[in-house]
């Protein structure tokens, strides 16, 4: 079994059977290994290897310094055969990256191509520089051939995604091709095609416009006949109509995030963050998100002009970020959401991955490449619970942004703009509080958004949800309102049978509407189309409730909370799993999710109802009153039937006490 293992691509780098990296700080012995790696398992004469690295001496001089390099290196690693007149490297004792890879890189197998493409991280031996005139010609020579090799396997491994309808995957090779060869037009097509087939034209268009500028800027030329043949059937498709939920919504652009540590193995992570929060935001109902690739093109040459990359991407909202390590085994991200017209920060956050061991940021590169290298799967959960908790809190504050732009453009024009009514009538409630007035506007607001765009389903689901909620709790009253919600609910479902946050919420209406039991296998279709969707899952639990299946009602509660730990809808669901609890009778944790619930939201009322009758079980009655007492501040029509909605008899005792 070999005893060493010497990695090349991305730069140099020798470790023994232990994992510790043996120091060659010769650049010469660099050299030579990389020499002998790259033509493994042929030998190289004496002769030839003298003349790369020493070309500059005399025969006898420039050998007598190949023998000391040969020599310093045996001490430490004896992975030179360097018997007679040649040399090579033994791989008996010693393996190779560069080797393993030229063994992939020609292979038709998808799982040896995306082997091929994780060996080859960089450049052959990259910031090497020995001075040997000879040898920099033959390192440039082999690192334009390794590049070549691994673009065309990139490209090979995306038209096998791409035949196999894996476009999501297709398009995350063919954006890592992009950012290697930026004015690669087949890969820039075949990034348009995948596109358009996950039902994404618009981006598919957007992306030419970006090809075109970056061809014009880097090559000063057109694009070739076929992207603008491919761009012009795309656009007369795109004339065609198609149903309206990609019209009016703005334009998010996550760009790579900045790798302020300087630490070469934090690049790969750095571009993951970037990659995986995109994909998440992908999924955000109200928004569209420009692909990794374009966004890497749009920033060449100017990455540091926010305004003009907005402009390029025409993007509405750019999130921009950063990697740090202020101490050994810590390793810390900050996030912001920038307004892109303005260049203006609207949020941000600093999170630090804890460390396990001193081992974080280790932790965290692994869990980007998915496998260590012996190919066993590392523990993903730090990385992916930070990526969907960042994604969920960008998500509430494009939501919020775009609630706050006023129905007024720039021009001074009404805005007559589904998507911009929509997501006013999502902060109605969550900014003000619920109540009658908050319902009502909500609701005015989703009917407009509705009559702009009568096929946007997901303001129906949402239509349908407040106004369910609404009438479970007292704030709205009448069959009328019933049949409307009922009406919307069906139509949100027959408009996207296969959404996943159509089905998560226009099933919850559904499941709130006195019919959990058709609800409940709806939203288990919508967690198998996303098992990210936090709100099904918090969904689902609300119906199990509604089920009397606590157990299960309080998992799947859970889950959502999981899923989404910051979800601006967090109240809502700590309130919902604080009732599943009370039916367990664990009255202490019930206790801990409904004063959870108040702090994330302090203007939800019914969560200040569900800890009073918690309080008034644990015998705390003065607290309970407090309580009830802060929920009638909140909402000062709340009436003891109201309360009765939340919690039944259990606060009946107290009512006259408090007042009511």
């Known amino acids: ?42 030998t190289v004469t004496r002769e030839r290897m003298a003349g790369l690295l020493w070309g500059e001496l005399a025969e006898e001089r420039a050998r007598h310094s190949l023998r000391q390099v040969l020599t310093a290196l045996r001490r430490e690693a004896p992975i030179v055969d ?125 992306h030419y416009q970006l090809c075109r500028e970056l061809l014009l800027k880097q090559l000063q030329v057109e694009p070739d006949a076929a992207t603008q043949a ?75 002009d926010l305004t003009q990359l907005a402009r390029v991407l025409g993007a509405s909202y750019l999130v921009t970020g950063s990697l740090r390590q202020p101490e050994a085994g810590c390793l810390r991200i900050a996030v912001q959401l920038v307004d ?54 960008i998500e509430q504050q494009l939501g919020l942004a775009e609630a706050a732009v006023g129905d007024v453009d720039d021009e001074g024009n009404d805005r007559q703009d589904a998507w911009h009514k929509t997501h006013q009538a999502a902060s109605a409630l969550f900014s003000a509080g619920w109540s009658e007035a908050a319902v009502d506007l909500a609701v005015r607001r989703y009917r407009e958004a509705i009559a702009l765009d009568p096929e946007l389903a997901l303001a129906r689901a949402h239509k349908a949800l407040i106004m369910a909620f609404a009438q479970d709790w007292g704030l709205l009253h009448g ?12 139509k949100a479902l027959e408009l996207a049978p296969t959404r996943s946050e159509v089905l998560g919420i226009a099933a919850c209406a559904i499941a709130h509407l006195g019919d959990p039991a058709r609800a409940a ?8 189309e996303n098992p990210n969707n936090a709100q099904a899952w918090a969904a689902l639990g609300a119906t199990r409730f509604l089920q009397r299946q606590f157990e299960a009602a309080v998992e799947a509660l859970r889950r959502g909370l999981r ?7 967090r109240a809502v669901w700590l309130t919902a799993l604080a009732s599943g609890l009370v039916h367990l009778n664990r009255i202490e944790e019930a206790l801990d999710a409904a004063q959870g619930a108040c702090r994330s939201d302090a203007k939800f009322y019914p969560a200040r109802i569900v800890q009073a009758m918690l309080l008034s079980k644990l ?32 606060l009946d005792r107290l009512l006259t006490s408090a007042g009511f």
Not at 236 to 249: F, I, V
Not at 622 to 627: G, I, M
């Open 563 to 569: 899923t989404s730990p910051t979800d601006y809808r």
């Open 479 to 490: 069959e009328t309102a019933l049949a409307e919600a009922r009406a919307e609910a069906e």
């Open 340 to 393: 892109g017209k303005k260049a203006q920060y609207l949020w941000s956050l600093q999170q630090d991955l804890a460390s396990h061991g001193g081992k974080a940021a280790v932790n965290a590169i692994n869990a980007v490449t998915k496998i260590d290298e012996f190919g066993i799967p590392c523990d993903l959960a730090e990385f992916d619970n930070f990526v969907a908790g960042t994604a969920a809190r």
């Open 82 to 206: 360097a018997s007679g007149e040649t040399l090579c490297l033994d791989g008996r004792l010693c393996t190779a990256d560069v080797a393993e890879f030229a063994a992939l890189v020609a292979s038709t197998d998808a799982a040896e191509l995306e082997r091929a493409l994780l060996l080859h991280a960089g450049a052959l031996v990259d910031g090497l520089a020995t001075k040997a005139e000879a040898f920099e010609e033959w390192l440039d020579a082999e690192r334009a051939r390794l590049a070549k090799a691994a673009l065309a396997a990139m490209m090979r491994l995306a038209a096998r995604h791409a035949g196999q309808a894996e476009h999501e995957a297709a398009m995350r090779v063919l954006q890592r091709l992009l950012a290697d060869d930026p004015t690669n037009e087949s890969a820039h097509r075949a990034l348009m095609r995948s596109l358009d087939a996950l039902g994404r034209r618009s981006e598919a268009l957007q």
């Open 1 to 42: 079994m070999p005893k060493f293992r010497l990695t090349l691509l991305g730069g140099f780098r020798l470790d023994d059977e232990d994992g510790r990296e043996i120091a060659v700080a010769s650049r010469k012995a660099q050299g030579m290994l990389a020499v002998l790696a790259v033509h493994s398992p042929a």
């Open 619 to 650: 015998g705390k009655d003065d607290e309970a009153l407090k309580t009830l007492a802060e929920a009638r501040r909140i909402r000062p029509l709340l009436t003891a039937s109201e309360i009765r909605r939340f919690v039944g008899s259990a």
């Open 230 to 304: 491919l761009h012009e059937s795309l656009r007369k498709a795109s004339a065609r109509p198609r149903g309206g939920e990609e019209d009016g919504r703005p334009v998010v652009a996550v760009l790579p995030f900045a790798n302020l540590a300087r630490a070469r193995e934090l690049g790969p992570l750095a571009a993951a963050i970037a990659d995986e929060i995109s994909a998440q935001l992908a999924r955000a109902p109200g928004f569209r998100v420009v692909v990794q690739a374009a966004v890497v093109a749009a920033m060449q040459p100017n990455p540091d």
């Open 521 to 528: 296998p709806l939203l288990e279709r919508a967690i198998e």
